[in-house]
Structure formats: C-alpha cells, structure tokens
C-alpha cells in the first residue's frame, strides 16, 4: 500500500459528500492548530495577509458570517461583508452577474450562502476564486458539519464507533446532510429521528438508522445533535403544533437520559428552547453548545488557510 498526499488547496469547498476522510482529517488537525489562536490575548497572524475574502450572504446569519469574518481578520486577510439587501442583487441583479463583479474586484475566496440547493457549485463552475458554501438551501452547510465533527473529537477523543443520533427536521436540515455524509465518512454511526413528515424518503439507503420514535435514537447514545425547526422552511402542517411537537420529539432531562451518561449534547443553533430542546438541557453539563461556536470559529480559519496557504495530509493508497 502506497502514500498520497492530500491538499486542499484551491479547492472548492462545497459539500462533505464528495469530501474523503483525509481531507477532513486534515481540515480538523489544523483547526486544533487555530484555535490555539483563538485563544491569545492578541488575536492576529499574518498568515493571509493581502487575501481577500468577500462574505456574500443572500439569507440571514449570525454565527457562520460573524465567524468567517473574524476568522479571516484573524488570520490577516482584508474581509468584506455583502448585504444582498443593500446591494444590486435588491435591484433584480442576477447571481452570475455578481459573482462575475465580486472576480473582477481580485478577491481571493469567496464565502457564500444562497437559498437555492446548488447553487454553490453554480458558482464554482462560473468564477476562479475559491467558493466555500455556508450554505445552498437545505442540501449542505460543509463548515457546520466539520465543526460537529470537531467538537466530538474534541470531548470524545473520536469519531470512529460513536453512536451519533440527529433529532429533528432533517428533510430541511442542510446540518443534518452534511453531517451525514462527514459522520459516516469518518465511522460513525449514524441514527436519525424526528417526525415521518420530516424525514426525506429513501434517506435510510446512506446507511444511517432511521426511526420514527426519538427514544429508538437517543438510547445508549454517544452523541445527541438536536436540529432547529425551521419554520421558515417548512409547509403548514408538517406536524400538529408546537406543544405536541416538543411533548413527542422534543428532546428534554427525560429522554436524554436514555443516552449514555457520558453522552454530549449538541445543536447548530440558534435554538427554539421549549420546543426541539429544553432549556435545562440546552445549558447544562451535557451540552457542548457554546464550545460548537468557538470551534466554528476555528474550522473556518483552518479551512481559509488551507484552501489559500496550502497544507497536507498522509492518505493511504492501493
């Protein structure tokens, strides 16, 4: 058996689908190595310095465009920050034409999140600097899932052999794909649950566990991954009502209980407390919720620099 080298430079970061466990393995190593950076007192390297980077968010974000912003500025790279709302895409400009006007300004990477399923790797096939999807629709959210992974690494010392239960929307979660696809590459093993209207047909052939009882999912758990009911996503009538939602499938003390005592508890945020998950447990000793924000913060810088910088991983090959 032979050694490759894996390298993500210039490489379009759009999805975990396609992605293999050498990259991500690479992606997490150097996020360890970032957040060592997170943690100083003076928060700054030079290491992209003259990169630019334009932040171009055609729906709403906190976390994943604050995170990229810093994680640019403090890695040394000039950030930019565009507002679809204050911008000529609220003039009827077209998504190729902006694109088209954001490249011939010489940025470097381009951090983009856009309603419509695909529409990161439409803009890959349209212009040369790097794309990094922070999101296309409800297909994937590349960073979210790598940032999970991170956090599991982080208190579990693995990924390998973990049962991992993902409680929720899944038919509209972009987080619940893309972790899909990163858990399973790295050896995880993979339960879904939520309401049968929330769960996409044919999801089971991944080769996850898929119940229609969230008890099924969350019992001897290793990990719990609680996803927000996107309304905004969502037809009426999905299910009955919110109260009978959070009685059903709504995770509390209870039913986490049925997880292993040591069992972490995770959500990609922001939250619907009292309604996917209670308060009590959202906050306490289980929940690694805040830390999933400062590792956020950590895969993005590792992922600028290695798609720019360059970076490489030992694989094994036939």
């Known amino acids: 058996m032979s050694k490759a080298q894996v390298s993500l430079r210039n490489k379009d970061i759009l999805g975990l689908e396609t992605m293999s466990a050498a990259e991500m393995d690479l992606i997490l190593d150097t996020a360890k190595e970032m957040k060592n950076i997170i943690d100083r007192d003076i928060k700054k390297a030079p290491t992209l ?54 490249e011939a300004m010489g940025v470097d990477i381009v951090v983009m999140r856009h309603e419509a399923e695909g529409s990161a790797q439409f803009a890959a096939s349209v212009v040369k600097p790097v794309i990094i999807n922070a999101g296309d629709g409800a297909h994937e959210h590349p960073t979210q899932g790598l940032l999970d992974m991170f956090t599991i690494k982080q208190y579990k010392g693995k990924i390998a052999g973990l049962k991992v239960a993902i409680i929720g929307d899944i038919l509209h979660s972009r987080v619940a794909r893309s972790n899909i696809w990163g858990l399973l590459a790295m050896g995880a093993e993979v339960h879904i649950a939520g309401p049968q209207t929330l769960l996409p047909r044919g999801i089971e052939k991944t080769g996850i566990h898929v119940h229609n009882r ?89 992922l600028l620099f290695l798609v720019l910088m360059g970076g490489t991983h030992i694989e094994a090959a036939n």
């Open 49 to 102: 310095r003259g990169k630019s980077i334009v932040n171009l968010f055609f729906e709403n974000s906190t976390r994943t465009r604050t995170s990229f912003e810093l994680a640019g500025k403090y890695l040394g790279a000039d950030v930019v920050n565009i507002s679809t709302s204050s911008s000529s895409v609220a003039k009827g400009e077209s998504l190729r034409d902006t694109l088209l006007t954001v």
């Open 214 to 302: 969230v008890e099924e999912a969350l019992d001897q758990a290793d990990v719990v991954n609680v996803l927000r009911i996107q309304r905004e996503r969502q037809q009426k009538g999905l299910f009955p009502s919110a109260r009978e939602y959070a009685r059903i499938f709504g995770v509390n003390a209870k039913r986490l209980a049925l997880a292993k005592e040591d069992v972490l508890l995770m959500h990609p945020g922001p939250m619907n407390r009292g309604l996917e998950i209670a308060p009590d447990i959202a906050y306490g000793e289980q929940s690694a919720i805040q830390e999933q924000v400062k590792n956020g913060l950590a895969i993005r810088m590792a």
